[in-house]
């Protein structure tokens, strides 16, 4: 079955860390690239970051230099490392894997394979 699992979510601190994957069966996720996009409660959905096929990455301002994209290509998943976790993070985070890698949002389905379920953070004290 075509399918993204995300998972990785939950509760954490301000100034925490937390890892998402994203993990697909029925493609190689080798071959896509895979955006990361979340959205928040009463706002609309935001790009958040993109990796590549060929591993070249974007991510919007609000998160560089606090979160960074890898994939494990023997799991056929794709990482969300996030840290120094802000309030302003919290939301609903969800993978799209992307004929084409792109962040904005008006875009995405020129290139949308899939969508994966979703997966919720946090950022309390």
């Known amino acids: 079955q075509l399918q993204a699992v995300e998972s990785g979510g939950g509760l954490v601190q301000p100034g925490g860390s937390l890892r998402l994957s994203c993990a697909a069966s029925g493609l190689t996720l080798d071959y896509y690239g895979v955006g990361w996009f979340r959205q928040a409660p009463g706002k609309e959905r935001e790009g958040v970051s993109c990796?590549?096929?060929?591993?070249?990455?974007t991510y919007v301002d609000s998160v560089k230099g606090r979160f960074t994209m890898s994939r494990d290509s023997a799991k056929n998943t794709v990482y969300l490392q996030m840290n120094n976790l802000k309030p302003e993070d919290t939301a609903v985070y969800y993978c799209?894997?992307?004929?084409?890698?792109?962040?904005?949002?008006?875009?995405?389905?020129?290139?949308?394979?899939?969508w994966g379920q979703g997966t919720l953070v946090t950022v309390s004290s």
């Open positions: 990796l590549s096929s060929s591993n070249d990455s």
């Open positions: 799209a894997v992307l004929r084409e890698c792109t962040i904005v949002v008006d875009t995405i389905n020129r290139y949308l394979e899939l």
